[in-house]
């Protein structure tokens, strides 16, 4: 029977890098513009109370948190229909009639919800954090030159941009496995098997796991940026030995 990883890039295994590089750039940009703006209106004012400074900061992450959460909310569902994809490709491989749409969207309900719910979360998290960055950062930036300003600026809000990266990548991947996890679900596959990316990036853990099978609802959670795939196969494939079961 063929193998679905020869459907595979070895580098990108799951194929969404670009789309999570595309929206690491977006999430970022957007605090990037937010920074800018809330500089350029201090600046030009030459507002010192911190006060003021923090009144300011609130209003725009207010503004800049409900968009946020609308892009992220349409990024999360063209990376579950990725997964989508994805999925029926590799169960085309393997001989199987991918679900119809409407199996999959009801039996994705519960996973979106959660999706959305965590949405919701992290752009709180984000958004109080933003906050109080920016309003730190700000003090005393409008007495410099607008060159310190910005090294300042950025040196100041690191932690915040770091944090978005991170949320735009689980919300490019996490939606992607789930969806992938959901059409295999359905077809009655039994059995995944692990495909890491074995390249420099590639941690130990992740290394060791690779090739190795295992029941579909005892899969061991990746970790934060992983980017390993997940690999329909079936229990009569191999010896059942060979099917580890995580403890």
Not at 104 to 131: C, H, P, T, V, W
Not at 208 to 216: A, L, Q
């Given at each position: ?11 990108d ?30 600046k030009?004012?030459n507002?010192t ?75 709180e ?48 991947v ?74």
């Amino acid at each position: 029977m063929p193998s679905p990883a020869k459907r595979l890039r070895p580098n990108d295994p799951m194929g969404i890098r670009a789309m999570e590089a595309r929206n690491m750039r977006a999430t970022v940009k957007g605090i990037d513009e937010l920074i800018a703006k809330v500089y350029a209106v201090a600046k030009e004012r030459n507002i010192t109370d911190p006060q003021v400074i923090q009144r300011m900061v609130m209003r725009e992450a207010q503004a800049w948190g409900e968009m946020g959460k609308r892009l992220a909310l349409e990024r999360i569902m063209r990376s579950r229909q990725a997964g989508r994809a994805h999925a029926r490709e590799l169960l085309k491989v393997l001989g199987l009639e991918p679900p119809s749409d409407m199996a999959s969207d009801l039996i994705g309900r519960d996973s979106l919800a959660e999706q959305m719910m965590r949405l919701q979360n992290d752009y709180e998290l984000l958004k109080a954090e933003l906050i109080q960055d920016l309003s730190d950062a700000l003090l005393g930036v409008t007495q410099v030159s607008e060159r310190e300003a910005k090294v300042s600026l950025r040196v100041g809000t690191a932690g915040t941009r770091n944090h978005a990266r991170q949320v735009a990548h689980a919300e490019t991947v996490n939606p992607f496995r789930a969806s992938a996890l959901e059409q295999y679900t359905l077809v009655g596959v039994t059995v995944l098997e692990w495909y890491t990316s074995l390249d420099e990036r590639v941690c130990d853990e992740c290394r060791e796991r690779h090739g190795r099978k295992y029941p579909i609802d005892r899969v061991p959670e990746p970790h934060f940026g992983c980017r390993c795939d997940l690999l329909p196969t079936d229990v009569e494939m191999y010896r059942l030995e060979e099917v580890r079961v995580p403890a």
